[in-house]
């Protein structure tokens, strides 16, 4: 079994800024490629931004600038900081871990999903 536990969500003015945890945990050999990726109300999940194992990093163009993908290998943790936030940021934010088992099998995992609103 795997679980994705993700904090850091919460209410914040524009402008200001959140850092979203997310850690991986149970019967992992090693974790690969980890995302963000977040769904507005009444729209469909977008990827927000990705991370190698190496720290290659990728964003989707709407948040380059001013948000950071960051990873501790050896926590299994991904961290998304968040800067100058704007209200089109408000969405639920889930992260993705690619994770080979201690049992050999690989599968993608997805956590709960964290809110974060963003008031103008």
């Known amino acids: 079994q795997v679980q994705l536990v993700e904090s850091g969500g919460g209410l914040v003015q524009a402008g200001g800024s959140l850092r979203l945890s997310c850690a991986a945990s149970?019967?992992?050999?090693?974790?690969?490629?980890m995302a963000w990726y977040r769904q507005a109300p009444g729209k469909q999940r977008e990827w927000v931004a990705g991370?190698?194992?190496?720290?290659?990093?990728n964003y989707v163009d709407s948040v380059k600038g001013r948000f950071t993908i960051s990873r501790d290998n050896a926590k299994n943790t991904v961290f998304l900081q968040m800067n100058n936030l704007k209200p089109e940021d408000t969405a639920v934010y889930f992260c993705?871990?690619?994770?080979?088992?201690?049992?050999?099998?690989?599968?993608?995992?997805w956590g709960q999903g964290t809110q974060v609103t963003v008031s103008s």
């Open positions: 993705v871990a690619d994770i080979l088992l201690s049992s050999g099998g690989a599968n993608r995992y």
């Open positions: 149970g019967s992992i050999f090693t974790v690969n490629y």
């Open positions: 991370i190698t194992t190496r720290g290659n990093r």
